[in-house]
């Protein structure tokens, strides 16, 4: 590949490479000419007082100073946003960024000219048309499309990684993306209703959440690291039916033991390896011991939802340790489902390590 048109690391949208030499000749040619007229979209936290504007702002670059030329329309405002669309007329390194910070609306995102501090630069390659009569778009981002959005910075950086992940595999899946375990929320959303709920290695609370979506009587929610538990009590601030403890999972599990506490569904996300309150965690040396912990405090007819992406279990090590268990406890019966990841969440030098299962207790204690 050839390429003829790039992009900052950081901007979003339209590249264009070419594949052979001649072809990389011919377009290359239609920037040096001019002869392309390019349309990008950004966002500003800034208030503009005209709708139109232009900028004829020398670029420097390597010490040169450089014609530049680019026209600017705003687009529409919204809850201290602005979404405006720039045609530059040159081709200078950093050029719409520049013009944009000299006339007074900075793009959001963009600190080194003056934008607003944001993750990432809300700046956008939206189209590129040819001479020849070749179109080459991209759609712009959500956040483009509601600017309310932007208010919220967490919700946003979500935002922005779901559509970066969306145009990868649509051109291999044409699957939406949600969720590492979409299919495991969604489980425990259509099969909470009315139960008692236990989730361990709670995180930042979306299996909790997706308990309470579904209706369950009542869900605890234990997690370890104080910051990921004040994102999940700000997430859940108004849940009912809803106790998010910052305790030891594995200290609350020998609670419940002693204590004789039962759950209709247990979800635990098992991590590789923590520090405890006493000690530390391996999941190589003690899942197995976790496994019949969870099963034996559930209720008969009751689910464990299991997951793990560590690299050093195997679906067959977490059956065998289930199995073990069973007999251990006593139990009548146990039917073992594995849940497979969405396929379409990671990227694709990033393959998948999930292990998720199901373990459901048939019928009575034996």
């Known amino acids: 590949l050839h390429i003829v048109h790039r992009l900052d690391r950081t901007t979003t949208g339209v590249i264009v490479f070419a594949k052979t030499l001649e072809a990389a000749e011919k377009y290359q040619g239609y920037f040096r000419n001019r002869e392309t007229r390019k349309t990008y979209l950004f966002v500003t936290a800034s208030r503009s007082k005209n709708a139109q504007m232009q900028s004829d702002q020398e670029i420097l670059h390597k010490g040169d100073r450089l014609t530049a030329q680019t026209e600017f329309s705003r687009l529409k405002q919204a809850d201290g946003f602005e979404l405006w669309q720039a045609h530059p007329r040159t081709g200078r390194n950093h050029q719409i960024r520049i013009h944009a910070s000299g006339l007074g609306i900075p793009v959001l995102g963009d600190s080194k000219y003056g934008g607003a501090e944001f993750p990432f630069l809300c700046l956008h390659n939206r189209k590129i048309e040819f001479p020849n009569g070749v179109v080459i778009e991209s759609e712009a981002p959500a956040y483009f499309e509601t600017l309310s959005t932007l208010n919220d910075v967490s919700l946003s950086q979500k935002q922005f990684e779901v559509d970066r ?202």
Request: charged share 25%; with cysteine; proline share 3%.
């Open 165 to 366: 992940r969306l145009r990868l595999y649509a051109q291999s899946t044409g699957e939406d993306w949600r969720h590492e375990q979409r299919l495991q929320l969604a489980w425990v959303q259509e099969n909470s209703s009315g139960k008692s709920v236990l989730n361990l290695f709670a995180g930042t609370g979306s299996f909790a959440a997706a308990a309470i979506q579904g209706g369950a009587r009542e869900v605890i929610g234990v997690e370890l690291n104080k910051k990921s538990l004040n994102v999940a009590k700000e997430n859940l601030a108004n849940a009912e039916r809803l106790k998010l403890l910052c305790r030891d999972s594995l200290t609350y599990l020998d609670q419940c033991l002693g204590k004789g506490l039962k759950f209709d569904l247990v979800i635990c996300e098992v991590p590789a390896f923590f520090r405890r309150e006493k000690g530390v965690f391996k999941i190589e040396s003690d899942l197995e011991k976790l496994i019949e912990s969870c099963l034996a405090i559930l209720e008969p007819g009751a689910v464990l939802l299991l997951s793990t992406s560590s690299a050093k279990i195997f679906p067959d090590m977490i059956r065998k340790y289930a199995l073990k268990a069973q007999a251990s406890l006593g139990l009548k019966a146990l039917e073992i489902n594995s849940v497979q990841p969405s396929l379409d969440f990671h990227l694709p030098d990033e393959p998948s390590q999930l292990k998720s299962f199901l373990f459901r207790i048939v019928g009575a204690y034996s």
